[in-house]
Every structure is written in C-alpha cells, then in structure tokens.
C-alpha cells in the first residue's frame, strides 16, 4: 500500500512540473497571431500630390476619420480683386467643394472620408442678415452632425469666419445662427454638435 502511495505521489509531482514546464514554454515562445485589429490611423505618411496646387489660397479643412475630425491641406481659387463679402462667399463655396469631394486614394487609405453632400451651394446675407452671415442651400438642421461638424469647424478656421471664429450660418430661408467649433465637437462630431445661437442683427 505504502509502495502504490508513493507511486501515486512521484506521478502527481511529475504532473505538476510538466504543467509548470509548460507555462514558462509558453511565455517563452513567440506567438503571432498576426496584427491585432485596429481602427484607422488618420495620419498621412507624406503630402498627398493630388491636394497640392500652385495656384489659390491654402486652407485646411476637416474630414472624418473614425470618430473624430482632421485637418487636410488644400487650395481654394478665389479671384484677385474680389470685394470682401464677394470674398467671403467665393471661399465658402470652395470649402464646400473641397468638403464634398471624394477623399484622394491615399486619404481613403488613411481611414479619412466625408459626409458633406455635394452639391451643397453657399451663398451671402439676405436685406435683414448680419453682413457676415453665409446661407447653405441646405439647412444646417437638416445635415448630418459629422457634415454639419466639418462645415462648422472647417469654416471656422478660416476667412470665411469672423474675427473671434465663430461663423454665422442659415439655410435658404428662416433664422440664422451662431455657430462654434469646440474641442468637444472636433473629437465627437457624431454626438456633439456644434454649439449654436440665435443671431441678432447688430
């Protein structure tokens, strides 16, 4: 009995150590499983040929890239000798174009796309307007938060924006607003929408 004990022991003990064997084998010897899944890396390796330009003003404007916005560089043609208001709308209407055109192979790469429709017309203040106010042939209500957020952010931080950035923005018809490009909406642009005011004619 004694013998079939001390079998029974020396076995389980050369389990144990196997086992134990085992796990440090197994932290010992590399295991690629091949790169982990991961979201899009919104960075540009190196300037993007199809965005650079000799003629035009350069402006950046903000596309989507998973759930945030991000800067790109472009060119807007704007005419030499255009009054500001003129000015002002021309740059805006190239914003637009520049928002609603399909990212550049290497962009789509990157994991940047846009939701601005195309199409989308700007135009100046009516008679009873702010004079800096831009009318969209859309709504501003009636786009998308991640459109409505490139718009806003992208003409903020431009010359179509006031002198503080904030941008004064309505549809066809109807009120116009104030609207703000915050911290909060450049990283959240699918939650948070941009910040807005009634606009009161100074």
Known sequence: MNARRS???????GVSALSAGCGIRATEVPTDFG?????????LTGPDVTTQSSHGVAVQVFLRCASSLVTVDR???????????????????GLLNELAEEPSSAERQAGYSTDVPPGMKAGGPRRADPE???????????LSSYALAQIVCTFSDSEAAEGDGSLLLGGPVGPVHRYECTDEVRSRPGEVRPPSSKAVRG
């Open 132 to 142: 800096d106010t831009l009318r969209l042939s859309i709504p501003p209500g009636g």
């Open 7 to 13: 079998l029974a022991l020396v076995l389980l003990a």
């Open 75 to 93: 060119t807007v043609r704007v005419p030499q000798g255009a009054a500001d208001s003129a000015r002002r709308v021309l740059l805006a209407q």
């Open 35 to 43: 790169a982990a899944p991961s979201r899009a890396h919104c960075s």
